[in-house]
């Protein structure tokens, strides 16, 4: 099995920013596309931001410019990292990853969750 284990979310004001994390382990061969989600209350899960194996990137239009998603294969980790935060980036992140396993399939993975919540 493959578990991703997402970390960084808190609490951080208007303004401020914030690195999440997300480390991939367990029966992987190699890691294709990885990515970045949300979820706010009420809402649909939403793509933020997505990278590529070979490093290309593409953004939601509500957060470009604000945030930048990069990866570290030789640790099977995506990070996202997120500056000029606002109020109505609130939301539940969840990471993906899309994962050849050892004991063969291509499948995509997903983390736990971590809350952001921006608040003064």
């Known amino acids: 099995q493959v578990q991703l284990v997402e970390s960084g979310g808190g609490l951080v004001q208007p303004g401020g920013s914030l690195r999440l994390s997300c480390a991939a382990s367990?029966?992987?061969?190699?890691?294709?596309?990885m990515g970045w989600y949300r979820q706010a209350p009420g809402k649909q899960r939403e793509l933020v931001a997505g990278?590529?194996?070979?490093?290309?990137?593409n953004y939601a239009d509500f957060v470009k410019g604000r945030i930048t998603i990069s990866r570290d294969n030789a640790k099977n980790t995506v990070y996202l990292q997120m500056n000029s935060l606002k109020p109505e980036d609130t939301a539940v992140y969840y990471c993906?990853?899309?994962?050849?396993?050892?004991?063969?399939?291509?499948?995509?993975?997903w983390g736990q969750g971590t809350q952001v919540t921006v608040s003064s």
């Open positions: 367990g029966s992987i061969f190699r890691i294709f596309a």
């Open positions: 993906s990853q899309n994962v050849l396993t050892t004991f063969g399939g291509r499948y995509d993975y």
């Open positions: 990278i590529t194996s070979g490093g290309s990137t």
